[in-house]
């Protein structure tokens, strides 16, 4: 466990150091209290220096979105490419930078996650939520204190309450609860497309494998569809106990198994429908989350179009769901997707397709909107061999 010392009051401290993101712990800490100036925070940060706040948690959110203006009207300073591709790496880069600079303020959690700041939200439910009930803290030789950056901890109370509230699935006519770490299904429109393909050709009651279950969500979609059985898998441990409870709530669990696995189900077999909605954007996640949208060198997206026909039955289909916008903005050759599923041995039986959904693609400031405009997501129906 990674430890970050410091004095305070004259004495020496040390703390505990947490990031869900990896990030590392600052060099240097210094205590700040609600009397520090946005530009003066700005520069012990970019120095390398972690501030630790001992003031009024209002004013440390206020702190935030001052550096966060700072850091944003500096950007905008830049001429913008014309190459959308470029538009959005640069994006990318601006938005990891910020992120690191952001994280540069920190929030000292104690064992019970409790936070001993003025007007500091309660977040002891949602703390145990993402990080266990266990605690953050304990030792007597660390002090007991856990450091998260404040945007983390941020993002642990919105994770939370989107938890405990629920996302309304349309096409399940009940919620959907995801974790922390769990990608949401915020955006629905691939939803739809998988309540509506068909099911192949001479198959009624169907096998089904969901790779990817993240919160089940699609699972519980085809379990209520009624194929036969289910069988959900995901890699990450947080999304398997996600989708358990969610297929829990919903009735279903005697109808989907859940299970970790790195993408096929380890005890091998065959499924007559197997559905896999990767990552649709080539690169490197930068957090848990964004691993439900960036897909390193396509390696997911690779895997399961080499491997799927191993694990068809002579009927069965894959259905592949996938952005375009990968497409839009350059990041994937217009036809690398088609070559792939031919030089995998599939066919494409059939596509559906719909438009995103989400404000993003409505927003004519967005710096992509040209490509979020025109963007699909499709589902393709692929078998082995010729159709």
């Not at 006519?173 to 429109?189: K, L, N, Q, S």
């Not at 109808?255 to 970790?260: P, S, Y």
């Not at 967005?366 to 025109?374: E, F, G, I, K, N």
Request: hydrophobic share 40%; with cysteine.
């Amino acid at each position: 466990m990674t430890t970050v010392s410091w004095s305070e009051n004259g004495a020496p401290r040390t703390a505990r150091w947490r990031s869900e993101n990896g990030a590392p712990a600052p060099r240097d800490l210094v205590v700040i209290t609600d009397d520090i100036s946005a530009d003066k925070a700005l520069r012990l940060i970019r120095s390398g220096t972690g501030l630790l706040w001992r003031g009024d948690f209002h004013n440390a959110r206020q702190l935030l979105r001052a550096i966060d203006r700072r850091l944003q009207k500096r950007e905008s300073r830049t001429p913008p490419s014309a190459d959308p591709g470029e538009v959005f790496l640069a994006n990318r880069r601006a938005r990891a930078h910020r992120a690191a600079i952001l994280g540069g303020i920190l929030i000292p959690l104690q064992p019970d996650h409790s936070i001993r700041l003025r007007r500091a939200p309660d977040a002891r439910d949602a703390c145990a939520h993402a990080y266990g009930p266990e605690g953050v803290g304990g030792d007597d030789d660390v002090g007991g204190e856990t450091l998260v950056s404040l945007p983390e901890l941020l993002g642990v109370i919105s994770a939370y309450e989107w938890h405990r509230m629920g996302i309304e699935v349309a096409a399940l006519g009940a919620r959907i609860h995801p974790a922390h770490g769990v990608f949401a299904p915020t955006r629905d429109e691939y939803i739809d497309l998988v309540a509506d393909a068909p099911w192949p050709r001479g198959v009624d009651q169907p096998v089904v494998w969901d790779i990817g279950t993240g919160t089940g969500v699609l699972a519980a979609v085809l379990a209520r569809r009624g194929a036969r059985e289910v069988v959900a898998t995901d890699i990450n441990p947080r999304a398997v106990r996600c989708a358990a409870e969610n297929l829990d709530r919903l009735g279903l669990a005697d109808r989907v198994r859940v299970a970790e696995a790195d993408l096929w189900p380890a005890d091998g077999g065959r499924a007559d429908v197997v559905v896999c909605n990767p990552p649709w954007i080539p690169g490197r996640p930068t957090s848990a989350l964004e691993r439900g949208i960036y897909d390193p060198g396509s390696g997911v997206l690779n895997r399961f179009l080499g491997e799927l026909a191993e694990h068809l039955t002579p009927r069965g289909e894959g259905w592949l769901i996938l952005s375009d916008l990968a497409e839009l903005i350059g990041l994937r050759a217009p036809d690398e997707l088609t070559d792939r599923i031919v030089g995998a041995g599939l066919a494409v039986v059939g596509t559906h397709e719909t438009t995103p959904r989400h404000p993003r693609a409505a927003d004519d400031a967005d710096p992509l909107h040209a490509a979020r405009s025109r963007e699909r997501t499709v589902l393709w129906r692929l078998s082995a061999g010729a159709s």
